[in-house]
C-alpha cells in the first residue's frame, strides 16, 4: 500500500511563502497524475492543483489560487510539490496530497489519504 507524507506546512503571515512537499511509497509514481488537495474545517476536500503523469508538462488550478500557487513534480523522488505565495488567511487548511483515480476525475482518489499538514496564514 502506498504511503503519503505530507510536509511543508506551517505559520505564515499574510503575503508570505511556503513550499509543501509530498512523497508517496511503494508505487511506480510517474505513472500516476498527482493533485494537491485542501480541506476546510467542516467542509469536504477540494482539489487545488493537478499535474499531469511523466513530465508533469499539463498542470491545472483552482480559480481561488491561480497566479500564487505552482504544482511540480520529481518522479526520481517519488515527490510533488506545491509552491504557495501571496498566501492569504483563506488559504488556511489542512493541506494533503494523492494521486487520481486512473480514468476518473479528480475527485476520485487513488490511494488512502496521508495525515496532511496544516496551513495557517494569519497575521
Known amino acids: 500500500q502506498v504511503q503519503l507524507v505530507e510536509s511543508g506546512g506551517g505559520l505564515v503571515q499574510p503575503g508570505g511563502s511556503l513550499r509543501l512537499s509530498c512523497a508517496a511509497s511503494g508505487s511506480i509514481f510517474s505513472i500516476h497524475a498527482m493533485g494537491w488537495y485542501r480541506q476546510f474545517p467542516g467542509k469536504q476536500r477540494e482539489l487545488v492543483a493537478g499535474i499531469s503523469s511523466g513530465s508533469g508538462s499539463s498542470t491545472n488550478y483552482a480559480d481561488s489560487v491561480k497566479g500564487r500557487f505552482t504544482i511540480s513534480r520529481d518522479n526520481a523522488k517519488n515527490t510533488v510539490y506545491l509552491q504557495m505565495n501571496s498566501l492569504k488567511p483563506e488559504d488556511t487548511a489542512v493541506y494533503y496530497c494523492?494521486?487520481?483515480?486512473?480514468?476518473?476525475?479528480?475527485?476520485?482518489?487513488?490511494?488512502?489519504w496521508g495525515q496532511g499538514t496544516q496551513v495557517t496564514v494569519s497575521s
Open positions: 494523492n494521486a487520481r483515480l486512473f480514468g476518473s476525475d479528480w475527485l476520485s482518489v487513488q490511494w488512502d
